[in-house]
């Protein structure tokens, strides 16, 4: 039977199919709380009829400003299902990032977690004149003070949770389920604003059909069903968050975790254990350096064990990628080093149970998907944008390719420009930018997406990623140059946690290169250099960033990744900057992409030394 075809409405079908399996869990109080399908469901028409009473309309916008937690989707679901289109908000939104989205959606009302986020939206009231109501998620409620100083004329009114959940208790359940039954397929369902790495951020159009097909797609690829369980914990606000914790888990049935915060993400994953588990590059990196720090530690029997052990993956993960199954003495082979090995590392890191690893929403270095590949913990890649509501192509189980990022999913046609940009056509496109015509003309041109983004086919129709058209680089000579691949190449350097190619309008190209603080530690110690603490401490990481031997080994490793290029590709300078970036210095978007004249500007100085002296080799 074909599912309901919008997402509200798979909600109350599997409250109806299955009202007493679980549908969510969260921490409270220190214990893991579940939340059945029927109490969901429960839970969202409540909130869907609050809105209604407080005067909400079909066609207008609601704003949501918090970590992930059950009230987000809650609130997300409900304003689809009265009519409206939700709109989520980075946290790490200053208040002039939050005006403007809560501004231009329009919205009359906002959720938002605690005191911190509410005081962003409190410090620009003056710049909000739609707004009417903000809702605390539960555990904040308003204080006298707050609700005398937000009681102001024209001022917003605050409101609890739970107070708010009971506002709708006099909207009959009919008016609920007329506005259900009145959503169209190519109505607006949500808004993803994007993450503004050239500018601010512009409200992507998510119909009905754009989510529902998607989500079953996702099913469809990897088989997900009620037996599946997912953590949310990157930014429900991005789409590709929301697939995995909204859209698909509503559509199949399966049970979603929230993890309490991005630090206790390690803690979080192992009392889950999902059986499916999305990352950006950034956590699937971060979770390789601390495992490949600890395998460089193996000695004697030990360290021989794991070598084999992860050869004997690697072979087992090729043969998978290819649709085949290993032969009797290879699969011998692996179940022992299942057994041995790799059960204990998946049970540590909270993946005991995962049979769907993904990694998407910025390219990843082909180096960190081997590494997981030979520990028995494949990665498939997916590659897509908010526009066409987050997949493009996929590394699907049974069909992979490292370094490429899948093949297309039918019916999506994919096809490559003169240019060599990326142009996408199916139901997964979405309707334009809010209220944004010339940017939605520039970019939706007869029915295809221009992604924006660069890439090529391979002979066996694998799609390859070779670059952004904005960011490509072109130099005083005249040469087109994408850093992309020249940035991936440097990260393959255990030390090299990120890497930024400088050089347009430029005689050469430079980088400017962030360490990465565990694999620095542990080498400063192995050259007895005094790297005790670097890894937690900013002053420490910088005075060791510049030591003498740590550049000559950086030195080393980019000569390494220029030997890969043409001259002109090469990388002739660098400087090694003394923190991480940073998207709390606007160098980073929330899903960790880089914003290069963000970047540019705040390393304008370093960027400036490489250039003053003559052109010589690479950390000269």
């Not at 395998?295 to 360290?303: P, Q, S, V």
């Not at 290879?330 to 057994?339: E, H, N, S």
């Amino acid at each position: 039977m074909q599912p309901p075809q919008t997402i509200p409405a798979r909600l109350l079908h599997f409250a109806a199919a299955q009202p007493e399996a679980p549908a969510c869990v969260h921490k409270h109080l220190g214990q893991w709380v579940t939340t059945n399908w029927k109490e969901y469901a429960r839970l969202v028409r409540c909130c869907a009829k609050s809105l209604i009473s407080i005067g909400f309309q079909p066609g207008q916008n609601t704003c949501i400003l918090g970590f992930n937690r059950p009230e987000w989707v809650i609130f997300d679901v409900a304003t689809m299902m009265a009519g409206g289109a939700p709109a989520g908000i980075y946290v790490t939104s200053s208040p002039p990032e939050v005006q403007y989205i809560v501004h231009h959606a329009e919205a009359p009302v906002v959720l938002v977690e605690g005191r911190a986020q509410w005081e962003k939206l409190a410090q620009r009231l003056a710049e909000l004149p739609l707004l009417r109501v903000v809702v605390f998620m539960g555990g904040t409620e308003p204080t006298e003070e707050e609700a005398a100083r937000a009681g102001a004329p024209g001022a917003p009114r605050l409101v609890g949770w739970e107070r708010f959940l009971r506002e709708g208790d006099g909207v009959p359940d009919a008016e609920v389920d007329r506005r259900l039954g009145a959503l169209q397929p190519d109505g607006l369902a949500t808004l993803i604003y994007t993450s503004g790495t050239t500018g601010p951020p512009k409200g992507v159009m998510l119909s009905h059909r754009n989510l529902a097909w998607t989500a079953e797609a996702a099913q469809q690829l990897v088989g997900l069903g009620p037996s599946d369980r997912m953590l949310s914990y990157l930014p429900l606000s991005h789409i590709a968050e929301q697939m995995f914790s909204i859209h698909a888990p509503l559509t199949v049935g399966a049970q979603v975790w929230y993890a309490q915060s991005m630090e206790k993400l390690k803690d979080d994953l192992v009392d889950a254990q999902p059986t499916v588990f999305f990352g950006v590059p950034r956590v699937w990196e971060k979770i390789h350096a601390t495992l490949a720090g600890r395998f460089r530690e193996a000695t004697g029997l030990r360290a021989a064990l794991l070598a084999q052990a992860r050869k004997v993956a690697a072979e087992v993960d090729e043969l998978r990628a290819q649709g085949k199954t290993p032969g009797t003495v290879l699969g011998i082979k692996y179940r022992f080093a299942d057994r041995v090995i790799f059960s204990k590392i998946k049970a540590a890191l909270g993946m005991s149970r995962a049979r769907i690893l993904v990694s998407g929403a910025a390219p990843i270095p082909k180096d960190v998907l081997e590494f997981f590949s030979s520990i028995d913990l494949p990665i498939c890649e997916v590659y897509g944008q908010s526009e066409d509501s987050g997949p493009t192509s996929f590394n699907m189980p049974g069909r992979r390719r490292l370094g490429s990022v899948g093949t297309e999913i039918p019916p999506i046609e994919i096809r490559i420009a003169a240019d060599e940009e990326i142009l996408v056509r199916g139901p997964n496109v979405f309707l334009g930018y809010y209220k944004d015509p010339q940017a939605t003309a520039e970019t939706l041109i007869d029915g295809w997406l221009h992604s924006g983004d660069l890439g090529k086919f391979d002979a066996d129709g694998f799609l390859h990623i070779i670059g952004r058209k904005k960011e490509i680089i072109i130099t005083a000579g005249g040469k087109n140059i994408a850093p992309k691949n020249i940035e991936a190449a440097l990260k393959r350097s255990p030390l090299i946690a990120e890497a930024v190619v400088i050089g347009d309008r430029r005689h050469f190209l430079t980088a400017l290169l962030c360490l990465e603080p565990m694999e620095l530690e542990r080498v400063a110690k192995a050259e007895g250099i005094g790297g005790e603490g670097a890894s937690g401490d900013a002053a420490a990481l910088s005075t060791l960033s510049a030591h003498p031997r740590i550049r000559a080994l950086v030195q080393r490793d980019v000569e390494a990744a220029n030997a890969e290029f043409a001259r002109v590709e090469q990388v002739r300078k660098f400087a090694i900057l003394p923190r991480m970036l940073s998207e709390a210095e606007g160098e980073l978007t929330p899903t960790q992409k880089l914003k290069r004249k963000r970047i540019a500007q705040n390393w304008d100085a370093e960027i400036g030394k490489m250039y003053a002296g003559p052109e010589s080799g690479a950390g000269n």
